[in-house]
């Protein structure tokens, strides 16, 4: 989910033209295939220069097609800052022992 100060960016009518007019544009050079893996169908707009406070309104940050490219889920949270808690690829929540049970690795089930 997106900060608090950067909700009304990604509300706006220039966010929103912006990325459908990119997946577009992604869907007739290869059909919408994620920019990284190259296997699997795009899925978010990522920013490469990651959107702050400061360079949110920066027209040449938030709305360039040079830094917007087109990622499938797994490639997106792999990136630093992103998924699960914001620190790239979400842990696992749970292992399974030998009798195929699920095993909390969360500390709050553990206490």
């Known amino acids: 989910m ?3 100060w950067a909700r009304p ?3 706006s009518l220039a966010w929103v033209k912006t990325r459908e007019l990119y997946i577009k544009t992604r869907m007739m050079i290869d059909g919408g295939l994620c920019e990284e893996c190259h296997h699997s169908p795009g899925f978010i707009v990522h920013h490469k220069i990651i ?3 400061k360079n ?3 027209l040449n940050v ?3 097609f040079e830094n917007l490219e087109y990622v499938c889920k797994s490639c997106h949270d792999s990136f630093e ?3 699960a808690a914001g620190k790239g690829k979400a842990k696992a929540w ?3 022992d030998e009798e195929g049970n699920p095993v909390s ?3 709050i089930d553990r206490a």
């Open 2 to 4: 997106a900060q608090t």
């Open 94 to 96: 749970c292992t399974f």
């Open 9 to 11: 960016f990604y509300n």
């Open 56 to 58: 949110v309104n920066d």
């Open 81 to 83: 800052g992103h998924g």
């Open 62 to 64: 938030s709305l360039n």
């Open 51 to 53: 959107l702050t406070e």
């Open 105 to 107: 690795l969360r500390e």
